[in-house]
């Protein structure tokens, strides 16, 4: 099922979790999973697949659960799950810098680990090493250095010329979107009262760091020291 990401996407709080498991279904960005070894090569090699793939556009990955969102017992092996343990696993396939965020909590009585695959700064992820495992039938390989993993409905498959056009959108909108707030931090600090001196054009040149001008003074520390004084006074946002 297809469907676009909750507007507080990339948090893994219990409230987004329980938020996710009330949608009773998975997504292209939400996948259910009942368990997830993660100190066995096959489960940290499928579960690589699934963080690579979900990296074109973000998403969802909530351990602990059927594939309708219901209770299917305790995971195992919840202590892998921790943020920077987490990381060091998947830094063994995926391509850097990759962003991973991830929780484990308590509901329904029981156990979950919550993952949110960050979208690539690069638009997709590149495997940088084979991911195979051995299994009672022989060696199993799922994916291969040089492989770009996309969600496709609930599935996680090898990309194709649609997921392209969907990357260059993403990565469109991200830029837009930067550009925009660039733009609107840029009018709000022009709007610093004169009376501050140099102190509004500091501040822009501290947060928007793309804003130079080559005459800019240094804000003295006096100027600085009145600055705070008036900040810490102030009952409202200055206005210019």
């Known amino acids: ?56 556009t973000g998403g969802y990955i909530v351990v602990g659960a059927d594939d309708n969102g219901q209770p299917a017992g305790n995971v195992d092996h919840l202590e892998l799950f921790d943020p920077a343990t ?28 919550l993952v949110y695959a960050v979208p690539h700064p690069d638009g997709f992820c590149v495997f940088e090493r084979d991911g195979s495992y051995q ?19 609930t599935r996680s498959e090898r990309w194709n010329q649609i997921d392209i056009a969907k990357i260059k959108q993403r990565l469109q909108a991200d830029a837009d979107r930067t550009r925009d707030q660039h733009a609107q931090a840029l009018s709000l600090l022009r709007g610093v009262p004169p009376q501050l001196g140099g102190s509004g054009l500091w501040l822009a040149m501290v947060v928007v760091p ?21 900040w810490q006074l102030a009952q409202a946002p200055i206005e210019g």
């Open 135 to 153: 299994d009672g039938k022989g060696q199993t390989t799922v994916f291969r250095a040089g492989d770009v993993f996309a969600r496709h409905g």
């Open 1 to 56: 099922m297809a469907g676009d990401l909750p507007p507080s996407a990339g948090s893994v709080s219990a409230d987004i979790l329980a938020t996710l498991l009330d949608l009773q279904g998975e997504r292209d960005w939400l996948d259910y999973k009942r368990q997830c070894d993660l100190s066995s090569a096959r489960g940290l090699v499928e579960f690589a697949k699934d963080v690579g793939a979900m990296m074109i």
């Open 210 to 230: 793309e804003y130079r001008v080559a005459d800019a003074p240094f804000l003295r520390p006096d100027a600085a020291q009145q600055f705070l004084r008036d």
């Open 86 to 113: 987490l990381h060091a696993k998947l830094a063994k396939y995926l391509g850097r810098p990759f962003e991973i965020r991830s929780a484990t909590h308590d509901c329904h009585g029981q156990s979950y680990a």
